[in-house]
């Protein structure tokens, strides 16, 4: 059985880092791009970054592009974020995710497994 669980999430204050993990288990995902997406209050779920098999292509939305980083470690089947100077509009709860593709294409629809959630909360 596929699974994804995030952790790291938590109350920080505006201007703070935070680092999230998602360790898959049930398979190897070391062919499969990864990414992480998030859905604040009422708002729908929206793409952060996107990480390659390989690690060597990284994509970020233009919200976050900067502040946060993306990486994965394929020897322990996890992908990492790296948030820094973390604003209140990155309250949200964080899903991790993985395509089914090599490469991440650009929209959800190639998705095929998503963990259950870590929530952030950025205080000002």
């Known amino acids: 059985q596929v699974q994804l669980v995030e952790s790291g999430g938590g109350l920080v204050q505006a201007g703070d880092s935070l680092r999230l993990s998602c360790a898959a288990s049930g398979r190897t995902f070391s062919s499969y791009a990864m990414g992480w997406f998030r859905q604040a209050p009422g708002k729908e779920r929206e793409f952060v970054a996107a990480?390659?098999?390989?690690?060597?292509?990284?994509t970020y939305a233009d919200s976050v592009k900067g502040r946060f980083t993306i990486s994965r470690d394929n020897a322990k089947n996890t992908v990492y974020l790296q948030m820094n100077s973390l604003k209140p509009e990155d309250t949200a709860v964080y899903y991790c995710?993985?395509?089914?593709?090599?490469?991440?294409?650009?929209?959800?629809?190639?998705?095929?497994?998503w963990g259950k959630g870590t929530l952030v909360t950025v205080s000002s």
């Open positions: 990480i390659s098999w390989s690690g060597g292509i990284t």
């Open positions: 995710a993985v395509d089914r593709n090599p490469y991440y294409g650009g929209s959800d629809y190639s998705i095929d497994y």
